[in-house]
């Protein structure tokens, strides 16, 4: 687990959570502020996985929103150097 993924997956899990770790080290962590129990191995290691399945799910929604976008305004007759001059691209 990278440290991105671990602080990420706590502040899923615990917003109001204040810590550190260190190397990556679920093992390190060290809580300041923590309201409730502190999330195990396995419900951070769950939450870093519902995180990669959001993040991928709105990547393809972007790209699906950008192509929509795209094909308006190719039915417009607009290109990729119209939408430059337009400081759109």
Known sequence: MKAIEITKAIQRLRPTAEFS???DDY???KWDVLEG???TLVEIENAIKLNKTDE???LAEF???KAAA???LAALGLD???LKAL???
């Open 21 to 23: 770790f260190q190397n």
């Open 27 to 29: 093992s390190t962590i």
């Open 37 to 39: 129990d502190a999330p």
């Open 56 to 58: 991928a799910k709105a």
């Open 63 to 65: 790209a699906a929103k």
């Open 70 to 72: 795209e094909a308006k």
């Open 80 to 82: 990729t150097d119209d």
């Open 87 to 89: 400081g759109l691209a």
